[in-house]
């Protein structure tokens, strides 16, 4: 089993800035991707951003220029810098994580989520 531990979330007001943190812990032989997804009331769950081993990155159209992500493969830790922000981006935001277990069986985790909320 692997298990993923968010934290970070917080109030804060528009323009301020957060940092998230996740990390991965369990039976992990590798992390093919880890990323941050939202979902905010009344919608459905959107990815934010996710970063693959190799360093390849993907963001949501309207966190570009906003938000930063990154890795640590040998920690099995991800953070997600985010700048900016603004009130559409209050939601909880979950960590994910596309793990390989030394059973060499594949699966995708989620975190239990941080809420984030941006006052205006």
């Known amino acids: 089993q692997v298990q993923l531990v968010e934290s970070g979330g917080g109030l804060v007001q528009a323009g301020g800035s957060l940092r998230l943190f996740c990390a991965a812990s369990?039976?992990?032989?590798?992390?093919?991707?880890m990323g941050w997804y939202r979902r905010a009331p009344g919608k459905q769950r959107e990815l934010v951003a996710t970063?693959?081993?190799?360093?390849?990155?993907d963001y949501a159209n309207s966190v570009k220029g906003r938000a930063t992500i990154s890795r640590d493969n040998a920690k099995n830790t991800v953070y997600l810098q985010m700048n900016n922000l603004k009130p559409e981006d209050t939601g909880n935001y979950y960590c994910?994580?596309?793990?390989?277990?030394?059973?060499?069986?594949?699966?995708?985790?989620w975190g239990l989520g941080t809420q984030v909320t941006v006052s205006s």
């Open positions: 994910n994580a596309d793990v390989t277990d030394y059973t060499n069986s594949r699966d995708v985790y």
């Open positions: 369990g039976s992990i032989f590798s992390i093919n991707a």
């Open positions: 970063e693959t081993s190799g360093g390849s990155t």
